[in-house]
């Protein structure tokens, strides 16, 4: 896999993630209080700031799989291993975001 395509699946990778995060985050906006009184300029920067940063955690996990695996494109042979790595590299993401977020 040339560098220019690992590149681009990557980029590609990065707005997908981004895309379906920010789908994700305007559908729980409901549920914040402290949102109500916000306006709706800063409920989108933060939303934003919310999915650039999931979408940051998805590479970071997909890089930390093709690493351990020293191969890129690792989905095209993972095992249940490489999805629990993936799956727990995003869970103490998680747990550490809300952690600090409360």
């Known amino acids: 896999m040339s560098f220019q395509s690992v590149k681009s699946f990557l980029g590609i990778l990065a707005l997908s993630a981004f895309g379906l995060n920010l789908i994700w985050e305007l ?9 109500d009184e916000a306006s709706a300029f800063e409920v989108i920067i933060l939303v934003t700031i919310a999915s650039v940063a999931d979408a940051v955690i998805t590479l970071v996990a997909y890089l ?15 095992g249940a291993l490489d999805f629990v790595v993936f799956a727990v590299v995003g869970v103490i993401a998680a747990t550490l975001i809300e952690s600090v977020a409360i």
């Open 27 to 35: 559908t729980q906006v409901f549920a914040f209080s402290s949102l």
């Open 64 to 78: 930390l799989v093709a690493l351990l695996r020293r191969k890129w494109r690792w989905w095209e042979s993972a």
